[in-house]
């Protein structure tokens, strides 16, 4: 066996037992309590929520699909830098607001505060299905991270077509996330993140030795660009300028109401833990920019690969040497688990929390019960997803799923600031938007830029964002014809001295 | 109260910085031999954090201090 398969399952082990051995770190309830189990207490301090959220944003298919995206199209791909910047100061206003209203009212999900602000039902359910369909591809893209790497180190690893380890890796992943809940992942993600740190500062130093810095590295990138059949360059073409703006601003938008990042946003023990948090997750932006330009390193070390996900996994192979390919490829599969467990945690949640109706208001261990069983389901439907549908849909159905997940946005973002939105028209705007996002989705075979033609001209932008725009137009126009209408527009649970 | 308010203008700074790449799409000049399209991103990042971090200082509540 080669030394990076060992160095990868001693590795493997090691965060395996810490899952579990998380049941018993900072223990102060018995786990039975939704905040205990699902929410590590509510209680995680600025260092491990730090290390938490990054773990949990900044996913293993992220750092597989970036440098690919690069190695791919070039300029374009570094939109990555603009959505992970602009999403900060866009959550420091609206997510610590969420979290107060949500820490004061006990909220365990964004669709417990729809309940809560519109006494609407129907609305709360569609947010959280919603969140449910758009989690459950993400999952999924976690497992094609963690199959390219099983691929590339074959041997046992690859048998059945990494059927056989992705399912080891997943059995063991479900069993101390419903043993530990988000402890779990919380003290994983310590190990992910100084793995991915050390990788990538790593690599950097390596290829920048290799081709005597950055400039040798652009210089080679950009001829081999040229040289292309469809010849590219180092630099956005103007007509994509809208394109970039509008991708990067959707994607930043989206990002923090998926119930992944929701979860991982609770479990912060205060207000300043969560505002402080927002300051040094760019760190984690600036880590992901380099691991984007190992695409150009890529390229320029010539290397040719027919699927561009294997950029990253085979550049390591070039530089490093083995055993520490195998630290290299641990915190790619790490780097997948830790967000797969907060994934399944945010839909069960939405499940335990928001669909089944006939459980008690207050949080009981039934609920938990419930959720913890439901992690297990969500990882195995995930699993399935990929051994029997092709990473292709995956991909698809993903970046439809970011679609649909930007539709809550009117409900859940805009509500935390104001209740002038009719629950009634919110429901019509979000099937308008749903439709419409769909539409497109279809439209651009499941590819970020949609041309639209508007007043003679064409704007390449985001389908995403228009079709939330479109939602939009059609929740405003719609609260006065509800309200005029006498439909009833609900109770507000909440008191302004929630949000303060 | 007021003055609290007008540090929220400050968050604005990074998507007008980031979201326009006709203000920084071109090749030089070179930073750390990284074209400037490149190196101008990557610098932002830590400039939002910085920006983010005067933000919260400069809102800060007696509440918040725990």
């Known amino acids: ?500 | 109260m007021k003055s609290s308010k007008l540090w929220y203008g400050l968050l604005v700074i990074p998507f007008i910085a980031t979201l326009f790449p006709g203000l920084y799409n071109r090749l030089e000049p070179h930073i750390f031999g990284m074209p400037f399209f490149y190196a101008y991103q990557l610098i932002w990042t830590v400039f939002c954090g910085v920006i983010l971090a005067i933000f919260i200082f400069a809102t800060r509540e007696k509440t918040d201090a725990r």
């Open chain 1, 1 to 500: 066996m080669h030394a990076s398969s060992v160095v990868l399952i001693l590795l493997l082990l090691g965060v395996t037992v810490l899952g579990f051995w998380a049941a018993h770190w900072r223990e102060k309830g018995t786990l039975e309590t939704m905040d205990d189990w699902a929410l590590g207490g509510r209680n995680f301090g600025v260092i491990v929520s730090w290390f938490l959220i990054g773990g949990d944003l900044y996913t293993a298919y992220t750092f597989i699909a970036v440098p690919a995206l690069v190695y791919g199209v070039g300029a374009f791909a570094f939109f990555a830098l603009p959505y992970t910047i602009v999403a900060y100061p866009f959550a420091i206003v609206t997510l610590t607001r969420f979290w107060t209203v949500a820490s004061k009212r006990g909220y365990v999900t964004a669709a417990d505060f729809v309940r809560d602000r519109y006494g609407d039902r129907s609305l709360e359910i569609l947010v959280a299905i919603t969140g449910v369909i758009a989690i459950l591809p993400y999952i999924a893209l976690q497992l094609v991270g963690m199959k390219v790497i099983f691929g590339q180190l074959g041997g046992a690893f690859a048998a059945g077509g990494g059927v056989l380890a992705l399912t080891v890796a997943f059995v063991l992943l479900a069993s101390y996330t419903y043993t530990s809940g988000l402890r779990a992942p919380a003290l994983i993600a310590f190990v992910k993140d100084t793995l991915i740190y050390l990788t990538i500062i790593c690599a950097i130093v390596a290829v920048t030795h290799m081709f005597g810095g950055w400039a040798g590295i652009f210089d080679a990138a950009g001829k081999a660009l040229a040289a292309r059949p469809k010849p590219a360059t180092l630099l956005l073409p103007s007509q994509l300028y809208f394109a970039y703006g509008s991708v990067a601003l959707g994607s930043a938008l989206a990002l923090f109401i998926y119930p992944h990042s929701i979860t991982s946003l609770l479990s912060a023990r205060t207000r300043t833990v969560v505002k402080r948090n927002m300051a040094l997750l760019p760190i984690y932006s600036l880590l992901l920019g380099f691991l984007a330009l190992l695409g150009y390193a890529g390229i320029a070390a010539g290397i040719k690969v027919a699927n561009p996900q294997l950029i990253v996994p085979i550049l390591f192979q070039r530089i490093f040497p083995d055993w520490f390919v195998g630290v290299a490829y641990a915190a790619i599969v790490i780097g997948a688990l830790v967000p797969a467990a907060i994934m399944a945690i945010g839909g069960a949640n939405l499940f335990a929390s928001n669909l089944f109706n006939e459980f008690s208001p207050t949080r009981t261990s039934t609920e938990t019960r419930i959720a913890k069983i439901l992690t297990l389901v969500i990882c195995a439907v995930a699993l399935l997803f990929v051994i029997f549908v092709n990473p292709k849909y995956a991909i698809g159905f993903q970046f439809l799923g970011g679609a649909w997940i930007l539709q809550i946005f009117p409900a859940f973002i805009i509500g935390l600031f104001t209740r002038w939105f009719h629950p009634k028209a919110l429901i019509l705007g979000w099937a308008v938007g749903i439709v419409a996002g769909t539409y497109m989705a279809i439209m651009t075979n499941f590819t970020a830029n949609f041309p639209l033609h508007l007043f003679g001209g064409t704007l390449i932008g985001y389908g995403p964002l228009y079709a939330l725009i479109l939602n939009l137009i059609v929740t405003t126009i719609a609260t006065p014809i509800f309200a005029a209408a006498k439909v009833g527009a609900g109770t507000d649970f909440t008191s302004a001295a929630d949000y303060a």
